[in-house]
């Protein structure tokens, strides 16, 4: 197929090819529906290798992670300051960047992050809209966007003129790639958070609460108003904490 092959030839992952086929399959699904067409969609089972350029994302090591935290609060700047919070509270990239002020909202004597659609940015997946405690760098970082914001975003400069995701990414991974070891980028920072709340003894259900992961649990964990702000926070707190003390693998 002509899409997929080209897009191979990009240099794309198979997991990439395999989600933007995938778009334009619901796209041309959706239209099909819409207007009654009695067609075949050209994209249905099309076979896309997803083990092609397959790399597994590793975990930055704790005492990098303590060494860039330090450099960017050092620097300050606002790219700076967004990887300063990724690395302390599993939040993506671009659920960060996208930040509103009013985002920023303390529930329960703690300060949060309020994560959903908005302006700037959408959300990858349903199970992203949350509420994330910010605490150690994380909370350090945003309070200094909140210091200088415009009032509007918490990533002012970044979003002037409209968001753009890629660039952003790829200034952020570019200044971390001298930084981190080979297979790491800024993704890998929420690898490392999930392996910090596994060894904090975190319930899985929880740590997928705090990063927006969709879990794999029964149905059941669907029920209720999910978990709470403190119980968040507490299990955060171990797992950041670890950063902050860490000085040896």
Known sequence: MAMRDYLFGKGLAGASVRRLVG???TI???????????????????????K?????????????????????LSISDEYRLLILVISGSLMRLSEA??????????VDGVMTASISPNQVRDLKTAASQRTVPLVG?????????LARSNGVYLFSKLVAGGYNR???SAAVNRWLKS??????SAHSFRHTGRDLLREASCP?????AIGGWTGSNSAGESYGAGYSIKIMTDYLLIAMTTIADNNSV
């Open 97 to 106: 960047a996208g930040l509103m002020a009013a985002d920023i909202k303390v």
């Open 28 to 50: 041309i699904n959706f239209a099909v529906a819409e207007h009654c067409l009695d067609i075949n969609n050209p994209f249905d089972n099309v076979f896309i290798d997803i």
């Open 23 to 25: 778009s334009i399959r």
């Open 52 to 72: 092609v350029r397959q790399t597994k994302r590793q975990p930055i090591p704790l005492p990098v992670v303590r060494t860039i935290q330090d450099e960017c």
């Open 179 to 184: 930084r981190v070891p080979v297979g790491c």
């Open 166 to 168: 890629n660039s952003v």
């Open 204 to 208: 899985p259900p929880v740590i997928d």
């Open 137 to 145: 760098a994380a909370r350090v970082g945003v309070e200094r966007l």
